[in-house]
Antibody
Framework: QVQLKESGPGLVAPSQSLSITCTVSGFSLTSYGVHWVRQPPGKGLEWLGVIWAGGSTNYNSALMSRLSISKDNSKSQVFLKMNSLQTDDTAMYYC?????????WGQGTTLTVSS | DIVLTQSPASLAVSLGQRATISCRASQSVSTSSYSYMHWYQQKPGQPPKLLIKYASNLESGVPARFSGSGSGTDFTLNIHPVEEEDTATYYCQHSWEIPWTFGGGTKLEIK
């Protein structure tokens, strides 16, 4: 069955960088896009960006300068990298499969930005 | 960016009654054939779950008490009759253009 699982550092100091890995199973990254969505504690959902099946990417314009999404099709992994982290980047980070909508989500990984 | 405004922010509905949630887009997200508006349900501690895609198409496995309607800029999610398990926050989301955006969410309580 389709599964996505995020893994990340948990705690990062302000101004540092973040790398989260999304490992997928049950489908091929060459057939589906993978999106990144985050949710600050007690708040709503924010779309961060996507890497499409062909490898092209799109980003939330407000975060574009700090974000990078890449993937390794052979390892079924997608990578989110964000730099210059601030406390308001504290959130649950989800990866999710989708083409024109998101049909499967990972359980998310919590990121806390704190010194 | 397309702004999605959901209303109300919260509502309480009696068991067995109807819940209606609205989502208004700052510009049209519809063609003559499709509306690129989708609805999700999120329960505490869980990721969102897709309920309705393309405004009115029920995702596989979602109970028929959930329905969606609308086109252009105005969309509605209806739940009837509501059940205890429908307690959750509901989000609309468009995929008309990049960036995709979500509505602010509507928290549903069952009385």
């Amino acid at each position: 069955q389709v599964q996505l699982k995020e893994s990340g550092p948990g705690l990062v100091a302000p101004s540092q960088s973040l790398s989260i890995t999304c490992t997928v199973s049950g489908f091929s990254l060459t057939s589906y896009g993978v999106h990144w969505v985050r949710q600050p504690p007690g708040k709503g959902l924010e779309w961060l960006g996507v890497i499409w099946a062909g490898g092209s990417t799109n980003y939330n314009s407000a975060l574009m300068s700090r974000l990078s999404i890449s993937k390794d099709n052979s390892k079924s992994q997608v990578f989110l990298k964000m730099n210059s982290l601030q406390t308001d980047d504290t959130a649950m980070y989800y990866c999710a499969r989708g083409i024109t909508t998101v049909d499967y989500w990972g359980q998310g990984t919590t990121l806390t930005v704190s010194s | 960016d397309i702004v999605l405004t959901q209303s109300p922010a919260s509502l309480a509905v009696s068991l067995g009654q109807r819940a209606t949630i609205s989502c208004r887009a700052s510009q049209s997200v519809s063609t003559s054939s499709y509306s690129y508006m989708h609805w999700y349900q999120q329960k505490p501690g869980q990721p969102p779950k897709l309920l309705i895609k393309y405004a009115s198409n029920l995702e596989s496995g979602v109970p028929a008490r959930f329905s969606g309607s609308g086109s252009g800029t105005d969309f509605t999610l209806n739940i009837h009759p509501v059940e205890e398990e429908d307690t959750a926050t509901y989000y609309c989301q468009h995929s008309w253009e990049i960036p995709w955006t979500f509505g602010g969410g509507t928290k549903l309580e069952i009385k």
